[in-house]
């Protein structure tokens, strides 16, 4: 069983940036390819972000450019830096953890962009 705890979120004005931080536990952790999803009130969970265990990564389109997403596997723990925020961006950020069929799911946490 693995336990994936976020942090970093919060308030931030437009143009700003945040580093989301996500802490693994319980499993072996590189083996495990990353994601950063997000949900928007009235929206469906959407992916922002994706690293593999071998470290390649995919993004939306919408945050091309502006998020990147890292991981330390000495941390275990996956990373995503959102720069120059929108308040199309105001979410609740979820991180996510795959192993073949198996799939893990963070509590969330927070990104409002507002000014």
């Known amino acids: 069983q693995v336990q994936l705890v976020e942090s970093g979120g919060g308030l931030v004005q437009p143009g700003g940036s945040l580093r989301l931080s996500c802490a693994a536990s319980?499993?072996?952790?590189?083996?495990?390819?990353m994601g950063w999803y997000r949900q928007a009130p009235g929206k469906q969970r959407e992916l922002v972000a994706a690293i593999t265990n071998g470290g390649s990564t995919d993004y939306a389109d919408s945050v091309k450019g502006r998020f990147i997403i890292s991981r330390d596997n000495a941390k275990n723990t996956v990373y995503l830096q959102t720069n120059s925020l929108k308040p199309e961006d105001t979410a609740v950020y979820y991180c996510?953890?795959?192993?073949?069929?198996?799939?893990?799911w963070g509590q969330g946490t927070r990104v409002t962009v507002s000014s």
């Open positions: 319980g499993g072996i952790f590189r083996f495990y390819s």
């Open positions: 996510n953890a795959k192993l073949g069929v198996t799939t893990y």
